[in-house]
């Protein structure tokens, strides 16, 4: 079983900057795949950034140049950093991690943006 643990969500002015932070319960060197989600009211989840064992990494259109996701193996923990936020980017955010051959998720951290 693996525990995930999101932090660093909240209400940033558009224009700001959050990072999001995953706390993941083993060790990440052993997953095919970290990633970060997100959920808007009324909308399906969708990817937002992934980075694979190999450290290959994509984006969402909607977010590149803006989200930047990184991780720490030391830490065992997964960054989403989020700069030039945008209104529409107001969501619940979820971690993502896959350990073959199951899937884990978080349990969601609110970002909104709104002046």
């Known amino acids: 079983q693996v525990q995930l643990v999101e932090s660093g969500g909240g209400l940033v002015q558009p224009g700001g900057s959050l990072r999001l932070s995953c706390a993941v319960s083993?060790?990440?060197?052993?997953?095919?795949?970290m990633g970060w989600y997100r959920q808007a009211p009324g909308k399906q989840r969708e990817l937002v950034a992934r980075v694979t064992a190999a450290s290959n990494t994509n984006y969402a259109d909607s977010v590149k140049g803006r989200f930047t996701i990184s991780r720490d193996n030391a830490k065992n923990t997964v960054y989403l950093q989020m700069n030039s936020l945008k209104p529409e980017d107001t969501a619940v955010y979820y971690c993502?991690?896959?350990?073959?051959?199951?899937?884990?998720w978080g349990q969601g951290t609110q970002v909104t943006v709104s002046s």
């Open positions: 083993v060790s990440i060197s052993r997953l095919l795949s």
């Open positions: 993502n991690v896959q350990l073959w051959p199951l899937t884990y």
